[in-house]
């Protein structure tokens, strides 16, 4: 079960009993895997979101990064 309080764009999420603080990304990134999307689709949401990252970085692999790290915490699950 996962409840979560979401301000000013940062969310809390409780997973169990576990407390999981998300950043303005983390917490958009969770909100747009409601529905089926690939990792190009999310990358690109992010970018008109947020903006593009910093030069030498790929929204791409980030957004991947950001995915796994979800993932990890048990917050989505992958296909």
Not at 36 to 58: H, I, K, M, S, Y
Request: hydrophobic residues 45%; proline residues 3%; aromatic residues 6%.
């Amino acid at each position: 079960m996962q409840d979560e309080v979401i301000r000013d764009g940062e969310s809390v999420v409780l997973l169990d009993r576990q407390v999981i603080r998300l950043s303005a990304i983390g917490t958009t990134l969770l909100e747009l895997t409601g529905d089926w999307r690939d990792l190009d689709e999310l990358a690109v949401d992010l970018t008109d979101r947020f903006g593009q990252p910093p030069a030498g970085f790929d929204a791409t692999a980030m957004t991947e990064a950001a995915l796994q790290a979800l993932h990890q915490q048990g917050l989505v699950e992958f296909a």
